[in-house]
């Protein structure tokens, strides 16, 4: 076989294939590209969530909406610091693999005269906390902690610390809303 | 990460090799029947309509299905090459041509098969001990040189004229 001297009608053929070997190959790979492009999104059990700790009683926990919500009922005494050491834990339920996790202001309302301070501390390895503090007028509002590790099948308290200020107003409230970021 | 390779990829690779084996049976159409390059035409869309029916039922098929039926689907492509190469040196007893045939379309394409396929299952989650590693990378040697050497004629010729002596 001579490709210098192959016949016309031999051209025409092959050229004929050849384009639709080309339109066959693109349109497949285009097919396949939008494959590729397909995502499968499984539901799947979250690893991390609240668990109650043994003074839950004490500090009225909640824990709702699969484990991944909670509410407090928080008391803080005037000029007294009131600490609950196990109210609530975060548990990482993953037999095989830590997780990080950072804890995040979300909002805060109420009165900032009534209060010293309220501190929410993470008793990982490495403790981290949002302190919200009142200077007697306004609230200072902790920026987002760094992320902590949380070992597998392990679960860690969530120490609340709260400080009424001497002149608070009996009845007075404040209500925090926090959250926990999971990273994956 | 490394985006993982799906099992229509196989699918994708046999479409290739029909259309590649319909271009090559159309420059050496005298030598083959005339039909074939069309046959394999055929081949490659019906791999096209393999790969639309597994994007129209991605979630019903399992990955274990999609990969069996576009593994198959390549197998039988290469079936098909290894089959060409058979019918040069074997039915039309045309040696060089085998023997090109072999070394430039047959050896590689099972190759490149090959190391998608160990790639697939590597990316899969399978393990791939070194051993098996060396052994396929040795056999492949192995057999795209005894190919060779069995298709060349003078290796034939001579081991005739051992035999008749």
Known sequence: MNLKVLPAKKSMKFLALLLTSLLIASVSAAVYYSLDMTSTITVAANDIYFTLGPDNATASVSIFNDNKSATLGLSAYKNITMTYDDAIRVRNNNTGSSHNVRLRSVSLTGNAANFIYINFTLQTSTKVSLNYTSDGSSWTTPSTTSFVSLSASTEYAIVIETKANATATTGQSATIEIAIDVEL | ?165
């Open chain 2, 1 to 165: 990460m490394a985006s993982a390779l799906l099992p229509e990829f196989f699918a994708l690779l046999g479409i290739d090799l029909f259309l590649m084996l319909s271009l090559l049976t159309c420059l050496l159409d005298d030598r083959m029947p005339k039909a074939l390059p069309y046959i394999y035409q055929m081949a490659a869309l019906a791999g096209f309509g393999h790969i639309l029916v597994s994007k129209n039922f991605f979630t019903v098929f399992g990955d274990y299905m999609r990969f069996w039926y576009c593994f198959i689907y390549l197998l039988v492509s290469l079936a098909n090459i290894v089959a060409v190469s058979v019918y040069f040196g074997v039915a039309k007893k045309q040696w060089t041509i085998a023997k090109f045939w072999s070394g430039a379309v047959t050896f590689p394409s099972i190759l490149i098969s090959i190391f998608f396929v160990a790639n697939y299952g590597f990316l899969q989650g399978m393990s791939f001990p070194l051993f098996l590693q060396i052994a396929l990378v040795l056999s492949a040697i192995i057999m795209g040189t005894s190919v060779a050497i069995f298709l060349s004629p003078e290796v034939l010729r001579n081991r005739s004229g051992r035999k008749r002596r």
